[in-house]
Protein backbone atom coordinates (compact mmCIF):
# COMPACT_ATOMS: atom_id res chain seq x y z
CA UNK A 1 0.00 0.00 0.00
CA UNK A 2 1.05 3.48 -1.02
CA UNK A 3 1.98 5.37 2.09
CA UNK A 4 1.91 9.11 2.37
CA UNK A 5 2.59 10.91 5.59
CA UNK A 6 3.05 14.43 6.33
CA UNK A 7 4.55 15.57 9.64
CA UNK A 8 2.02 16.89 11.95
CA UNK A 9 -1.91 16.44 12.23
CA UNK A 10 -2.44 19.68 13.73
CA UNK A 11 -0.39 22.54 13.86
CA UNK A 12 -0.46 26.63 15.40
CA UNK A 13 1.32 28.94 14.55
CA UNK A 14 1.13 32.80 14.93
CA UNK A 15 0.68 35.21 11.86
CA UNK A 16 4.77 36.78 10.11
CA UNK A 17 6.05 32.90 11.44
CA UNK A 18 7.91 31.08 8.53
CA UNK A 19 6.07 27.51 8.55
CA UNK A 20 7.07 24.35 7.05
CA UNK A 21 4.79 21.23 6.25
CA UNK A 22 6.79 18.32 5.45
CA UNK A 23 5.63 15.65 3.12
CA UNK A 24 7.10 11.83 2.87
CA UNK A 25 5.68 9.20 0.49
CA UNK A 26 7.80 5.49 0.21
CA UNK A 27 6.52 4.44 -3.33
CA UNK A 28 8.99 6.09 -5.15
CA UNK A 29 6.57 8.13 -7.13
CA UNK A 30 7.68 11.09 -9.25
CA UNK A 31 4.92 13.57 -8.82
CA UNK A 32 4.49 14.91 -5.63
CA UNK A 33 1.38 17.67 -4.81
CA UNK A 34 0.42 20.32 -2.29
CA UNK A 35 -3.41 21.31 -1.88
CA UNK A 36 -5.27 23.23 0.79
CA UNK A 37 -8.89 22.50 1.18
CA UNK A 38 -11.47 24.87 2.48
CA UNK A 39 -15.33 24.63 3.08
CA UNK A 40 -16.99 25.59 0.21
CA UNK A 41 -14.25 25.90 -2.00
CA UNK A 42 -12.82 22.32 -1.71
CA UNK A 43 -9.69 21.23 -2.81
CA UNK A 44 -7.10 23.69 -4.82
CA UNK A 45 -3.85 22.88 -6.08
CA UNK A 46 -0.73 25.27 -4.37
CA UNK A 47 2.51 23.73 -5.96
CA UNK A 48 3.30 20.42 -7.57
CA UNK A 49 6.59 18.39 -8.59
CA UNK A 50 7.40 16.26 -11.13
CA UNK A 51 10.64 15.02 -10.21
CA UNK A 52 13.19 16.07 -7.50
CA UNK A 53 14.51 20.05 -7.72
CA UNK A 54 11.45 20.39 -10.21
CA UNK A 55 8.75 22.29 -9.27
CA UNK A 56 5.30 23.78 -10.62
CA UNK A 57 2.77 26.52 -9.70
CA UNK A 58 -0.84 25.50 -9.33
CA UNK A 59 -3.84 27.65 -8.75
CA UNK A 60 -3.11 29.65 -5.54
CA UNK A 61 0.94 29.16 -5.25
CA UNK A 62 0.83 33.16 -4.05
CA UNK A 63 2.28 33.53 -0.78
CA UNK A 64 4.28 29.58 -1.12
CA UNK A 65 7.13 27.81 -1.64
CA UNK A 66 7.91 24.45 -2.16
CA UNK A 67 11.68 22.13 -1.74
CA UNK A 68 11.92 18.93 -3.20
CA UNK A 69 15.55 17.86 -2.60
CA UNK A 70 14.98 13.93 -2.46
CA UNK A 71 12.44 12.34 -4.40
CA UNK A 72 10.35 10.78 -1.58
CA UNK A 73 10.39 14.18 0.29
CA UNK A 74 8.13 17.38 -0.86
CA UNK A 75 7.78 20.39 1.26
CA UNK A 76 5.70 23.52 1.50
CA UNK A 77 6.76 26.65 3.17
CA UNK A 78 4.85 29.34 4.73
CA UNK A 79 7.20 32.40 4.10
CA UNK A 80 5.38 34.78 6.39
CA UNK A 81 2.18 32.98 7.37
CA UNK A 82 -0.99 34.97 7.75
CA UNK A 83 -4.61 34.05 8.99
CA UNK A 84 -5.84 33.21 5.57
CA UNK A 85 -3.51 30.87 5.07
CA UNK A 86 -5.93 28.95 8.16
CA UNK A 87 -6.63 25.81 6.47
CA UNK A 88 -6.28 21.99 6.01
CA UNK A 89 -3.06 21.06 3.61
CA UNK A 90 -2.72 17.88 1.91
CA UNK A 91 0.03 16.19 0.48
CA UNK A 92 -0.28 13.73 -2.36
CA UNK A 93 1.65 11.91 -4.28
CA UNK A 94 0.85 9.50 -7.69
CA UNK A 95 3.76 7.74 -10.69
CA UNK A 96 4.30 9.78 -13.38
CA UNK A 97 2.45 7.95 -16.42
CA UNK A 98 -0.83 7.07 -17.47
CA UNK A 99 -4.16 7.40 -15.79
CA UNK A 100 -2.72 6.73 -11.64
CA UNK A 101 -3.94 8.32 -9.31
CA UNK A 102 -2.78 10.61 -6.71
CA UNK A 103 -2.79 9.11 -3.02
CA UNK A 104 -3.39 11.37 -0.42
CA UNK A 105 -1.61 12.30 3.31
CA UNK A 106 -3.95 12.14 6.10
CA UNK A 107 -3.49 15.73 6.08
CA UNK A 108 -2.58 18.96 8.85
CA UNK A 109 -4.82 20.91 9.94
CA UNK A 110 -3.18 24.63 9.72
CA UNK A 111 -4.00 27.29 12.28
CA UNK A 112 -2.51 30.53 12.32
CA UNK A 113 -3.84 33.20 14.97
CA UNK B 1 -8.96 26.17 -17.28
CA UNK B 2 -11.57 23.61 -15.83
CA UNK B 3 -14.54 23.78 -14.52
CA UNK B 4 -16.58 21.52 -12.51
CA UNK B 5 -19.93 21.36 -11.25
CA UNK B 6 -21.51 18.49 -8.56
CA UNK B 7 -24.30 18.93 -6.06
CA UNK B 8 -23.27 20.04 -2.95
CA UNK B 9 -25.50 17.43 -0.56
CA UNK B 10 -27.53 14.52 -0.92
CA UNK B 11 -29.47 12.05 1.24
CA UNK B 12 -30.51 8.32 0.68
CA UNK B 13 -31.60 5.55 2.44
CA UNK B 14 -29.68 2.38 3.74
CA UNK B 15 -29.36 0.16 0.90
CA UNK B 16 -31.19 2.34 -2.15
CA UNK B 17 -29.04 3.37 -5.12
CA UNK B 18 -27.42 6.99 -5.32
CA UNK B 19 -26.21 9.18 -8.48
CA UNK B 20 -23.78 11.44 -8.19
CA UNK B 21 -23.42 13.48 -11.13
CA UNK B 22 -20.16 15.90 -12.56
CA UNK B 23 -20.58 18.33 -15.29
CA UNK B 24 -17.28 19.83 -16.48
CA UNK B 25 -16.04 22.09 -19.18
CA UNK B 26 -12.61 22.11 -20.18
CA UNK B 27 -10.33 23.45 -22.49
CA UNK B 28 -8.71 20.13 -22.40
CA UNK B 29 -9.63 16.69 -20.90
CA UNK B 30 -7.43 13.81 -19.98
CA UNK B 31 -9.23 11.66 -17.71
CA UNK B 32 -11.56 12.05 -14.91
CA UNK B 33 -11.15 10.58 -11.21
CA UNK B 34 -13.61 9.66 -8.08
CA UNK B 35 -12.46 10.12 -4.79
CA UNK B 36 -14.37 9.23 -1.63
CA UNK B 37 -13.33 11.19 1.69
CA UNK B 38 -14.70 10.96 5.24
CA UNK B 39 -15.35 13.72 7.59
CA UNK B 40 -11.58 14.42 8.79
CA UNK B 41 -9.43 11.65 6.89
CA UNK B 42 -7.45 11.96 3.94
CA UNK B 43 -9.40 11.76 -0.23
CA UNK B 44 -9.42 7.57 -0.90
CA UNK B 45 -8.99 6.59 -5.03
CA UNK B 46 -12.06 5.45 -6.33
CA UNK B 47 -12.03 4.99 -9.94
CA UNK B 48 -10.99 6.85 -13.04
CA UNK B 49 -12.53 7.14 -16.58
CA UNK B 50 -10.54 8.24 -19.52
CA UNK B 51 -13.08 6.62 -22.33
CA UNK B 52 -16.86 6.46 -22.76
CA UNK B 53 -18.40 4.16 -21.07
CA UNK B 54 -18.93 2.51 -17.27
CA UNK B 55 -16.39 1.00 -15.20
CA UNK B 56 -18.00 -0.88 -12.88
CA UNK B 57 -16.20 -2.34 -9.32
CA UNK B 58 -18.25 -3.96 -6.67
CA UNK B 59 -20.46 -1.67 -5.30
CA UNK B 60 -19.45 1.37 -7.12
CA UNK B 61 -19.78 2.37 -10.97
CA UNK B 62 -18.74 5.17 -12.57
CA UNK B 63 -19.60 6.56 -15.72
CA UNK B 64 -18.16 8.94 -18.99
CA UNK B 65 -19.61 10.82 -21.35
CA UNK B 66 -16.82 12.82 -22.74
CA UNK B 67 -18.72 14.74 -25.71
CA UNK B 68 -21.10 15.66 -22.98
CA UNK B 69 -18.24 16.77 -20.11
CA UNK B 70 -20.75 14.57 -17.84
CA UNK B 71 -19.70 12.02 -15.17
CA UNK B 72 -22.08 9.79 -12.42
CA UNK B 73 -20.85 7.65 -9.26
CA UNK B 74 -23.28 5.20 -9.00
CA UNK B 75 -23.47 3.63 -5.96
CA UNK B 76 -25.31 0.30 -5.08
CA UNK B 77 -27.11 -1.19 -1.76
CA UNK B 78 -25.71 1.56 0.20
CA UNK B 79 -24.16 1.60 3.69
CA UNK B 80 -23.91 4.02 6.43
CA UNK B 81 -20.77 4.05 6.21
CA UNK B 82 -20.84 5.20 2.35
CA UNK B 83 -21.88 7.91 4.45
CA UNK B 84 -18.91 11.09 3.15
CA UNK B 85 -18.21 13.34 0.87
CA UNK B 86 -17.22 12.72 -3.03
CA UNK B 87 -14.96 14.68 -5.15
CA UNK B 88 -14.98 14.52 -8.87
CA UNK B 89 -11.57 15.41 -10.50
CA UNK B 90 -10.71 16.28 -13.98
CA UNK B 91 -7.47 15.39 -15.71
CA UNK B 92 -5.93 18.52 -17.38
CA UNK B 93 -4.29 17.97 -20.75
CA UNK B 94 -1.52 20.19 -19.97
CA UNK B 95 1.64 18.17 -18.05
CA UNK B 96 4.84 19.01 -17.26
CA UNK B 97 8.41 17.27 -17.15
CA UNK B 98 7.63 13.50 -16.75
CA UNK B 99 4.17 12.89 -17.29
CA UNK B 100 2.43 14.72 -14.69
CA UNK B 101 -0.47 15.80 -14.71
CA UNK B 102 -2.68 18.21 -12.99
CA UNK B 103 -6.03 17.46 -11.57
CA UNK B 104 -8.85 20.22 -10.89
CA UNK B 105 -11.97 19.36 -8.08
CA UNK B 106 -14.99 19.79 -7.93
CA UNK B 107 -16.15 21.26 -4.33
CA UNK B 108 -17.70 17.90 -3.29
CA UNK B 109 -20.92 16.11 -3.15
CA UNK B 110 -21.58 15.42 0.83
CA UNK B 111 -23.95 12.32 0.94
CA UNK B 112 -25.38 11.69 3.97
CA UNK B 113 -26.73 7.41 4.32
CA UNK B 114 -29.86 7.19 6.69
CA UNK B 115 -31.59 4.17 7.93
Known amino acids: DVKVTQSSRYLVKRTGEKVFLECVQD?????MFWYRQDPGLGLRLIYF???????EKGDIPEGYSVSREKKERFSLILESASTNQTSMYLC????????????FGDGTRLSIL | GQNIDQPTEMTATEGAIVQINCTYQTSGFNGLFWYQQHAGEAPTFLSYNVLDGLEEKGRFSSFLSRSKGYSYLLLKELQMKDSASYLC????????????????FGKGTKLSVIP
Open chain 1, 27 to 31: MDHEN
Open chain 2, 89 to 104: AVRDEKWSGAGSYQLT
Open chain 1, 49 to 55: SYDVKMK
Open chain 1, 92 to 103: ASSRGTGGQPQH
